[in-house]
């Protein structure tokens, strides 16, 4: 069996004000730096095979804390990055439901173009499934740990699973630092195994973005 383990980056500044990060590079915080070294050891003592990361700085950056305790190389993959915002990058989700509200009530109702330049539900889906399912392919039967972000990690797990963005709705968004596994065989292809799985000190962030 293969194990896929998808891990959130810990918090950052603009998780902790409700900020739209998207593809923005922004980086750990103090607390995000903490969660990171705190899931880093339960990752460990699944013996990965191999570490692959988002190229955003606080996704590898979270993945390196798990390198230096396997000794693992990290492998960067900027289709890991998370959903693209377009227009909405930078603001908090407040400013965005006042200057784009007909957007952002597309949003918040799940539709998946909301406009404004983000990015559709079916591409990020797409780009990061496809990521995902190259990183378990070059460890077949091994564990693979993905550091990304929690739109992609929702959309990409998704992906594999077969699920569309309507039953993806009722799955709560990953806590900073947290992961879903997902196993595959032959026999069965993807499921399930787990979800939000980690240190339950990590204090859950107000926005998934």
């Given at each position: 069996?293969?194990?896929?383990?998808?891990?959130?980056?810990?918090?950052?500044?603009?998780?902790?004000?409700?900020?739209?990060?998207?593809?923005?590079?922004?980086?750990?915080?103090?607390?995000?730096?903490?969660?990171?070294?705190?899931?880093?050891?339960?990752?460990?003592?699944?013996?990965?095979?191999?570490?692959?990361?988002?190229?955003?700085?606080?996704?590898?950056?979270?993945?390196?804390?798990?390198?230096?305790?396997?000794?693992?190389?990290?492998?960067?993959?900027?289709?890991?990055?998370?959903?693209?915002?377009?227009?909405?990058?930078?603001?908090?989700?407040?400013?965005?439901?006042?200057r784009y509200p007909d957007e952002h009530t597309r949003w918040r109702?799940?539709?998946?173009?909301?406009?404004?330049?983000?990015?559709?539900?079916?591409?990020?889906?797409?780009?990061?499934?496809?990521?995902?399912?190259?990183?378990?392919?070059?460890?077949?039967?091994?564990?693979?740990?993905?550091?990304?972000?929690?739109?992609?990690?929702?959309?990409?797990?998704?992906?594999?699973?077969?699920?569309?963005?309507?039953?993806?709705?009722?799955?709560?968004?990953?806590?900073?630092?947290?992961?879903?596994?997902?196993?595959?065989?032959?026999?069965?292809?993807?499921?399930?195994?787990?979800?939000?799985?980690?240190?339950?000190?990590?204090?859950?962030?107000?926005?998934p973005v």
């Amino acid at each position: 069996m293969t194990r896929l383990i998808v891990w959130r980056h810990g918090n950052t500044d603009w998780n902790a004000s409700n900020r739209v990060q998207g593809q923005t590079d922004t980086a750990l915080n103090d607390l995000g730096r903490e969660q990171a070294a705190a899931a880093a050891p339960l990752l460990a003592a699944l013996h990965p095979d191999a570490i692959v990361a988002s190229d955003l700085r606080r996704a590898a950056d979270t993945a390196a804390t798990l390198a230096a305790l396997t000794g693992l190389p990290v492998r960067t993959d900027p289709r890991l990055r998370e959903r693209s915002y377009g227009k909405w990058q930078g603001l908090t989700m407040a400013e965005v439901a006042e200057r784009y509200p007909d957007e952002h009530t597309r949003w918040r109702a799940g539709e998946r173009d909301v406009g404004c330049d983000v990015e559709t539900l079916d591409d990020l889906g797409k780009r990061v499934g496809q990521a995902l399912q190259e990183a378990a392919d070059a460890a077949p039967g091994g564990t693979i740990v993905v550091a990304t972000h929690g739109g992609a990690a929702r959309q990409g797990c998704g992906f594999l699973l077969g699920w569309s963005p309507e039953i993806l709705r009722s799955v709560g968004p990953l806590q900073n630092c947290h992961w879903t596994e997902l196993g595959h065989d032959q026999v069965r292809g993807w499921w399930l195994r787990s979800h939000n799985a980690g240190l339950s000190g990590n204090r859950p962030t107000p926005s998934p973005v």
